[in-house]
């Protein structure tokens, strides 16, 4: 799925996955404890999945991650995460080989059928967060590939209130780091927190959720075994206000500039 495609072979593809994705929402398991999510699998076509696992871009195409999810050390010093915006301005640094498969990925996951699908099936969640209106609330998704290496770890947290929506997609080669997917949590009265359910981190699975006050979610210390616990991340940001609106683009151009300069600089 290289980038020498035609445009008319590339629009396909992206149409293609867009409705392979929305079959595979629209399918998905709707659990409610400890908080309302989605249980998704099959995400992606299994050729395209496949053509995801041979197009991983190299370490050197991460840059590390900010907020709250920011990288960690670990005990050599290693960035324990790194990430890979999925939007044309960063995908276009990759070798040509591999920018068609995430061109593809990156324009199906931002499409306005995936937004309104997510939308559709986390409602109850939206609508007690939002009331009657949600449907209109505006929502900018960005989509990343996030790289994950031994030591790295996120402590138990709902996710801001900047965004509406969490999708998690794994993108493991095979079954055998199943163990290392998201805890989530439920919160007693006491307000110590109980694992309650754990998410298997398997090839083309996901989840997917509302954020609310309720959504407790942390990733254990990623061991040694693990040589790359790779993912998208697809976040829906609140975009309703003119303030919101002017920070998410703004946000997206000091990342753009950043990135140019890093590459400048390679």
């Not at 979610?217 to 309703?240: A, C, K, M, N, Q």
Request: glycine share 8%; charged share 25%.
């Amino acid at each position: 799925m290289a980038t020498t495609l035609p445009a008319a072979s590339t629009q396909a593809a992206i149409g293609r996955t867009i409705e392979h994705v929305v079959r595979a929402i629209d399918a998905a398991p709707a659990i409610a404890d400890p908080f309302a999510h989605l249980q998704l699998a099959g995400v992606f076509p299994d050729d395209l999945y496949a053509e995801m696992m041979e197009a991983m871009p190299d370490k050197r195409d991460y840059r590390r991650m900010s907020g709250r999810a920011r990288s960690m050390p670990a005990d050599g010093g290693e960035i324990t995460r790194t990430k890979l915006d999925l939007l044309p301005e960063f995908i276009r640094h990759l070798p040509e080989t591999k920018r068609g498969v995430w061109t593809v990925v990156g324009r199906a996951l931002c499409s306005p059928e995936v937004r309104e699908a997510f939308r559709r099936r986390l409602a109850p969640g939206l609508e007690k967060r939002f009331g009657a209106g949600y449907r209109e609330v505006g929502m900018y998704p960005i989509p990343i590939l996030t790289r994950d290496v031994p030591g790295y770890r996120i402590g138990i947290h709902p996710d801001t209130r900047r965004k509406a929506m969490t999708i998690q997609l794994y993108l493991p080669r095979d079954r055998s780091i199943e163990h290392v997917g998201t805890v989530f949590h439920r919160r007693g009265a006491d307000k110590t927190y109980e694992r309650a359910a754990q998410m298997s981190f398997s090839p083309n699975v996901g989840y997917a959720f509302a954020v609310g006050a309720n959504t407790y979610h942390s990733v254990d210390p990623v061991g040694s075994e693990v040589r790359t616990r790779d993912s998208i991340l697809l976040t829906y940001f609140v975009d309703d206000s003119f303030a919101q609106v002017l920070h998410n683009r703004g946000k997206r151009v000091g990342n753009f500039l950043l990135n140019e300069i890093r590459s400048l600089a390679r």
